[in-house]
């Protein structure tokens, strides 16, 4: 049964070299599903077009800079040699001609386009070429005339051209040849390979981390000039951790973490087979001084903004595009929820419940850190605040049929006017691809407002550090950590909360040792004991001891 025009399978004809990711080893199988194709065509580059592999072993495998270099060769051996401005392409000739007799008819296709044919010069066959309307002075400035009739072609008295280009047919398929000298081994490529392999399937790494673990192994190729691995000495760990320190001398943090992903990858070259002749003691050696990781995990203060300022600025906000309507909804969504930018752009209309006022980060689509689901309920800030978000809500579901699984911050559609200019028509139903359009959204608005630099991520210091200003117990804290997507407590006090140094000041002041040593003392005499054993909230204990002292200092 023959199949219809939209079950045939469309031709992939473009193949980004931007895609191969530099540092990565690829094998057909990798290939094939980046690009959408089969295993055969990968192979047929291979056997007709001149794609090199790393040796002559199977599985077959790809250097990424021969890779890069390959589909690029291929895209530019696509390309139709440039004619003259005004010339129509052959597909026959496969060269750009200009028409024959200069005589070419006009069809109007819409409001934006309009068709030009053209007669092939050389081989009489038809030529077309779209235009835009306010682009039809091609006709005058070219010499073109307009015919009802294309001329009908013929050889005779045809033998010069008036080709603007040379006479022959364009090449095509031409064989492939790397450009200048590609150092790398194979065997490396083969073992690093399985390693970026086992990286994500084995020990449960996400891509992000094996991005940074083929950068930091890069380096280290980059540093030995791609030796082989089997001839890692102490010696080399000892050049190359002075070679990290010098590289990176801008940044301790960079070098630590370079050094540390090459120490994880010997440490398990070291179990594979042909590779247990390495020496733990070697191995072992790739680590900066105590000194240097010490400085490597030094983490400056969270900056942030107060949440009363942030508030102020959302309700003050006057929204006039689509672009505004939705920055706005984006940062009161941040300020209720203090959810990760990542997770943000992600998320469902479905995913908001404002009945129960919580949006359910689903792990299965949304884009949590460590792939956690996490239920976090909306901050009780000032009403305005959610009816930001309950309107934009509204918004896409009335005025764009959006449902419950489509963006809840989709992408704004542009289209082209009459006067063939860019314009913004609402939204379409896709995600963000990038964050930066957060942090660009938030930059804009604070540059109106006078106010500093902060990305999107401070909204989350400012909640932090606004609840630790409240007297709150230990199960409030617990709460408030969950609800900003922490797995643990220590991590919302050691990571996103410093005491600011005029809070600090002001603790100390108030810490009066005599009275604390008073108080302690007063705990630990067994006269209070029974006190002690009957009040278990700590904050009544300490307010019936604080009256002890004061009775006892009234009476001496």
């Not at 030529?127 to 294309?150: C, D």
């Not at 087979?273 to 790739?286: C, S, V």
């Amino acid at each position: 049964m023959p199949k219809t025009p939209s079950e045939k399978k469309i031709p992939i004809r473009k193949f980004d070299p931007r895609r191969i990711r530099k540092g990565f080893v690829y094998s057909a199988k990798d290939l094939a599903e980046i690009y959408g194709v089969n295993d055969s065509i990968i192979y047929r580059w291979v056997r007709e077009e001149g794609l090199i592999t790393i040796d002559d072993k199977s599985p077959v495998l790809f250097h990424h800079e021969i890779l890069r270099q390959f589909l690029k060769h291929k895209e530019q051996s696509r390309r139709m040699p440039s004619g003259n401005i005004g010339d129509f392409p052959c597909l026959k000739c496969y060269q750009k001609r200009r028409a024959y007799k200069d005589e070419i008819t006009l069809k109007k296709v819409n409001k934006k386009l309009w068709k030009i044919q053209g007669i092939c010069s050389l081989c009489g066959c038809k030529m077309n070429m779209n235009t835009q309307a306010n682009e039809l002075l091609l006709i005058k400035t070219f010499g073109y005339s307009l015919v009802e009739t294309l001329p009908k072609f013929s050889l005779i008295g045809n033998k010069t051209s008036n080709a603007t280009t040379t006479s022959k047919r364009g090449v095509l398929n031409n064989k492939f040849t790397p450009q200048g000298k590609i150092i790398f081994h194979p065997n490396n490529e083969r073992i690093k390979h399985d390693y970026f392999d086992k990286v994500i399937h084995r020990f449960g790494k996400n891509e992000k981390t094996r991005d940074l673990i083929i950068s930091a192994l890069l380096v280290f190729e980059e540093f030995n000039e791609c030796k082989d691995f089997k001839l890692f000495s102490y010696q080399e760990a000892k050049e190359f951790k002075k070679y990290l320190l010098t590289r990176y001398s801008h940044s301790i943090q960079m070098a630590h973490r370079v050094i540390t992903y090459v120490k994880e990858f010997f440490l398990w070259l070291k179990e594979q087979n042909g590779y247990k002749k390495l020496y733990y003691d070697d191995i072992k050696a790739l680590q900066l001084s105590l000194k240097d990781q010490e400085k490597a995990k030094r983490t400056k203060p969270k900056d942030y903004l107060e949440a009363e300022k942030w508030q102020d600025l959302i309700l003050s906000l006057d929204p006039h595009t689509e672009v505004d309507v939705r920055g706005r909804a984006m940062l009161a969504c941040l300020l209720l929820t203090g959810i990760r930018v990542e997770a943000l752009i992600s998320l469902r209309i479905g995913d908001v419940n404002f009945a129960r006022g919580y949006i359910f980060q689903d792990s299965t689509h949304v884009k949590t850190k460590f792939s956690s689901s996490n239920k976090t309920n909306l901050l009780q800030f000032k009403p305005r605040i959610k009816q930001i978000l309950v309107e934009w809500v509204e918004l896409l579901r009335s005025e764009y049929g959006f449902s419950n699984d489509d963006p809840l911050f989709p992408r704004i559609s542009v289209s082209i006017n009459d006067g063939l200019q860019f314009q913004r028509s609402g939204f379409v139903k896709e995600f963000l691809v990038s964050t930066s359009i957060v942090n660009q959204e938030l930059s804009k608005q604070l540059e109106k407002a006078n106010i500093g630099h902060y990305t999107a991520h401070t909204i989350r210091n400012s909640l932090i550090a606004l609840f630790m200003e409240f007297d709150l117990t230990a199960e409030q804290l617990k709460a408030v950590s969950q609800n900003i997507s922490h797995k643990s407590l220590d991590t919302t006090l050691n990571s996103y909360y410093t005491v600011h140094e005029h809070r600090k000041d002001k603790i100390i002041e108030e810490l009066d040792i005599e009275r604390l040593t008073k108080l302690q003392k007063l705990k630990n005499n067994p006269k209070y004991h029974f006190i002690l054993s009957q009040i278990t909230d700590e904050e009544a204990i300490d307010k019936v001891f604080e009256a002890l002292i004061n009775n006892k200092d009234v009476k001496s």
